[in-house]
């Protein structure tokens, strides 16, 4: 397991601090990157720009922005931390995380072919079936932690290979370096949606990777009160390519969520190390447990990709999932039961959340594709959050408790 430092900070030839936090570690750049105290007026803290336009000197002569659709300072400060913090070069935000993942669709034409997991996130797998498909995209779902059935789907007209890891929730970890490798041989952008490590955690760009996407809904935001999206890549090309349907479509955040996610931001390293530190104990916790099958959490030593996911990640991560050995109705009493869990479907804020995906976000899968998948009647997802992990166990234990009942 790697740390988060770098390299010796750079010492700046004027002795500036501003001239070494591009190459500071990555704790520094969360606080600091594409951030300055306002010029004017010396405020710290990134001053929310409500604006809808801006003063023009010359008809088509501006300061740099013109119309907050396309550009807003507030915005513009978010997109630097997060093109430093992914080790990009551009970055690009959205209203959501699926206004993100559109834009990356936007980029392939009629005809082109994508391939993408088989466990990918419901939204990503609606847009692509029951949105794309229409405007003649079609999609082959593939495990892709199996590389030879990711080569095995690759086409002539494949122009995209669709990443998720961890996934989905059954926390399966690809190998972004060989994915990417399999994606240009043949011509296609490898995009990976990096939304459950963090880029704390996982730099997918470092590993060959063209795009990554993250839903600033999550750990990037990090409080459950605001919704967002990004894409960050390390090619000017591909930015200008992306930054034009970003204005195009206009599924662009507003000022004051821009606002809310580098609050967010500046927290990231010590909420993902409480994240990480609560959910590795409660795993092994779950892992013993007399009414647990299984667990699946990328740091148990039992998990197939442990390894990797050690070589690949910085830690494992703050979700898990677990298969409660029980009927789907003794399961549903589960979550149903918690307190210090709350039952809801999304994730990475500081509060512990948990869902049933049988009962919840894969009920409409037919029961027989679903326990094919591996998304057993008992299978349960929870987000770790930073409570103390020992009132985590109590709370699942009491609910355990009243599932035997």
């Not at 990037?220 to 890549?233: E, P, Q, R, W, Y």
């Not at 821009?258 to 779950?286: I, S």
């Not at 549903?332 to 009962?359: C, H």
């Not at 326990?371 to 770790?384: E, K, M, P, Y």
Request: proline share 4%; aromatic share 6%; with cysteine.
């Amino acid at each position: 397991m790697s740390d988060h430092a770098t390299d010796d900070d750079a010492t700046a030839a004027d002795g500036t601090e501003d001239a070494h936090i591009e190459d500071a570690r990555i704790e520094t750049r969360a606080i600091h990157a594409g951030q300055e105290p306002d010029p004017e007026t010396g405020a710290l803290m990134t001053p929310i720009h409500a604006n809808s336009t801006y003063k023009q000197s010359a008809p088509g002569e501006h300061t740099g922005y013109e119309y907050s659709r396309t550009g807003d300072p507030t915005r513009s400060d978010l997109e630097a931390n997060l093109a430093s913090l992914e080790s990009g070069s551009h970055a690009r935000c959205f209203s959501s995380g699926m206004g993100a993942i559109n834009t990356v669709l936007n980029l392939l034409d009629a005809g082109d072919h994508v391939v993408a997991g088989n466990d990918v996130y419901g939204g990503t797998h609606r847009i692509l079936t029951q949105v794309y498909e229409q405007y003649d995209l079609d999609t082959t779902f593939v495990d892709t932690t199996d590389l030879d059935a990711v080569r095995d789907a690759m086409r002539e007209e494949t122009a995209l290979v669709w990443v998720e890891t961890p996934t989905n929730p059954l926390m399966n970890v690809n190998d972004i370096a060989a994915l990417a490798e399999i994606a240009h041989e043949g011509d296609a952008l490898c995009a990976v949606d990096n939304t459950f490590a963090t880029p704390y955690l996982q730099r997918p760009l470092e590993h060959g990777a063209d795009i990554v996407a993250q839903s600033l809904t999550k750990y990037l935001g990090g409080h459950s009160d605001t919704i967002g999206g990004a894409l960050i890549v390390d090619d000017a090309d591909l930015d200008e390519r992306i930054g034009f349907y970003q204005n195009a479509v206009g599924a662009t955040p507003g000022p004051f969520d821009c606002f809310l996610v580098l609050r967010g931001t500046k927290t990231l390293p010590v909420r993902m190390d409480r994240h990480c530190e609560n959910a590795a104990e409660l795993a092994a916790w779950l892992d013993a447990h007399e009414d647990v099958a299984r667990v699946y959490y990328p740091g148990l030593e039992s998990h197939p990709e442990h390894e990797l996911a050690a070589e690949q990640m910085d830690d494992f991560g703050g979700m898990l999932s677990f298969e409660f050995d029980g009927t789907l109705a003794e399961a549903s009493t589960v979550v149903s039961e918690t307190d210090v869990f709350t039952l809801a479907e999304s994730l990475g804020g500081v509060e512990s959340l948990i869902e049933q995906p049988a009962a919840m976000t894969h009920a409409a899968i037919p029961r027989e594709e679903r326990l094919a998948a591996g998304l057993t009647d008992g299978l349960i997802r929870v987000s770790v959050g930073v409570e103390h992990v020992d009132d985590l166990k109590a709370d699942l234990q009491a609910a355990f408790e009243t599932a035997r009942q």
